[in-house]
């Protein structure tokens, strides 16, 4: 079992930063992937961004040039730094996990391991 926890959601205004934080229990971090997905106010939990074992990354089109998802091996952490940011990325950011011969990719479905989720809220 991995065990994610997610920290750094908040307010913040439009054009801000945030940098959100994922905590994985597993010191077989390595061969993780993590993603992060968003729900927003009465709609469906959606891919956000993705890092996988070799390190390459992949980004929803809307967040492209805005969002960046690293990882931080020694410490267990994928992180996603947030710039840019519109009223539109308001949301419950949510960190996810599979392990890689899994090849999980965009969908909910692909991942077994979440974390708890944090809310990101952007003002006008």
């Known amino acids: 079992q991995v065990q994610l926890v997610e920290s750094g959601g908040g307010l913040a205004q439009a054009g801000g930063s945030l940098r959100l934080s994922c905590a994985a229990s597993?010191?077989?971090?390595?061969?993780?992937?993590m993603a992060w997905f968003r729900r927003a106010p009465g709609k469906e939990r959606d891919f956000v961004a993705v890092?996988?074992?070799?390190?390459?990354?992949e980004y929803e089109d809307s967040v492209k040039g805005r969002f960046t998802i690293s990882r931080d091996s020694p410490k267990n952490t994928v992180y996603l730094q947030m710039d840019s940011l519109t009223p539109e990325d308001t949301a419950v950011y949510y960190c996810?996990?599979?392990?890689?011969?899994?090849?999980?990719?965009?969908?909910?479905?692909?991942?077994?391991?979440w974390g708890q989720g944090t809310q990101v809220t952007v003002s006008s």
């Open positions: 597993n010191r077989s971090f390595s061969t993780l992937v």
């Open positions: 890092i996988r074992r070799s390190g390459a990354t």
């Open positions: 996810a996990a599979n392990w890689y011969w899994f090849s999980p990719k965009y969908s909910e479905s692909e991942y077994n391991y």
